[in-house]
Structure formats: C-alpha cells, structure tokens
C-alpha cells in the first residue's frame, strides 16, 4: 500500500515536471520569437546593423546583425560646424554613427558578445531603455541621439523582456564600440 502511494507520487510528480518544462520552453521560444518580430518591425537595425551600400541605397549587413559601428571602420572627416549648428545631423553611410550638436555617437552592439551586451542583465537592458542609461547602469550618463529610448520607454516589461531573449539568442559578434565624441568647440 506503502509502496503503491510512493509509486503514485513518483509517477505524478513525473507527469507533472515534463508538461511544466515543456511549457517554460515553448514560452522561452516564443518569446524569442516576439523579440524577433518587434526588433523587426521597430527596425533596431536601422541604426544597430552595418550596412553595405548600393546604387539603391544602404542595404543590412547580415553577417554583422546589429553588432552597431563598425569599430574597424575609420570615421573619417566630417564637417563639425554643420554638425554642431545643429541645423543638420550627419549620418555615417551605413547610418551606425551621427554627429550633431551632441558630438558623435556610435550604435552599440546588441549581440551577445562581451563587447556587445553578452554580460547585461535583463535590469540593465530594461534601465537603458525605460531610464536612457549608458550600460543600463543607474549612475551611468544618459543616452545620446538618435537612439530613440524616449519612444521604448513605452514599451511593456513583456516586450522589453522578449527584445532581450531575442537578442541573447543571436550570433555573438565581437565588437567594441568606439566611445562617443564630446561636440567640438
Ligand atoms: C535611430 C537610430 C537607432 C534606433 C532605431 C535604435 N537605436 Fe539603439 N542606439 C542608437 C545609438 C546611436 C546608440 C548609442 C547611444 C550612446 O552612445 O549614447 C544606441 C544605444 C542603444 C543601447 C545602449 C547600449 C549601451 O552600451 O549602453 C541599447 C540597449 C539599444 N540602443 C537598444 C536598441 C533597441 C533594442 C532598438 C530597437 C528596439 C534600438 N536600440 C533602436 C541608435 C538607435
């Protein structure tokens, strides 16, 4: 009797794992697949993703998904008065850097590589796009133009979440931003 109870529970503690795991999995993938599809649609790659130009214009660099400015890439010249006027703002070609009245900034790497945000937390991501943060760090100094962080702040801990699963799912790519630029006086 002892034994057939034991028996019992063991099978019923069995039968009630499996489902669970399965199902934390199954909401896992989808919400990478949420992730996928609003990164899609806001379009992070806009300004994230390296792009290769051609005569219709810049197109992605899959090969370099949102691993932001190309660290190996030189600015090169820039006229700084229009930028510091603030009349115009200057987009690199491949649009991974601006200049303006803010100086330069670069688009981070949002893969998860080290150099990108391999070693953020979901608190770090949700601060950087709810707070404008540098690094998601609270003490850390605010987020320059264009990122749009102001618009994302909007965004519900669910979609933020799902952004983050996504992107800790893609290809790492090991990148390190240069820093931005301070306006030039
Ligand atoms: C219009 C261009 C643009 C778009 C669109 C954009 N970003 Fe950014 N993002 C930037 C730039 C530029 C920076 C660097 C800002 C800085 O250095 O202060 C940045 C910074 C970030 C940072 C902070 C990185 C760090 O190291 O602190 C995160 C996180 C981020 N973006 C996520 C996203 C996500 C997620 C999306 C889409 C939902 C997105 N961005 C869309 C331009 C953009």
Redesign the pocket.
């Known amino acids: 009797m002892y034994l057939a109870a034991l028996g019992m529970s063991v099978a019923f503690v069995a039968c009630k794992s499996t489902p669970e795991k399965q199902t934390a999995e199954v909401s896992k993938q989808e919400k990478i697949k949420r992730g996928e599809y ?2 899609t649609t ?3 790659g ?3 993703t390296p792009k290769k130009m051609t005569p219709q214009g810049p197109v992605p660099d899959m090969e370099r998904y949102l691993s932001g400015y190309n660290a190996d890439n030189p600015l090169g010249e820039y006229d700084t008065t229009i930028a510091k006027s603030g009349r115009w703002v200057l987009f690199a070609g491949d ?1 991974t850097a ?1 200049a303006g009245p803010w100086g330069v ?4 790497n ?1 893969t998860p590589d080290g150099t990108g ?1 391999g070693n953020w937390s979901l608190d770090n ?1 949700r601060r ?2 709810r707070e404008g943060k ?3 760090i609270a003490s850390s ?1 605010p ?7 102001q618009n ?1 702040a909007h965004l519900n801990d669910e979609d933020i979440e799902s ?1 983050y699963d996504y ?1 800790q799912s893609i290809k790492p790519i090991k990148n390190l931003v240069p820093q ?1 630029i301070p306006p030039k006086m």
């Open positions: 609003l990164v806001i379009g992070c806009d300004c994230h649009l601006a900034s670069f688009a981070a949002l945000i991501f950087a796009l540098y690094k998601g100094r987020l320059l133009p264009p990122m749009p962080w994302f952004i992107l931005a």
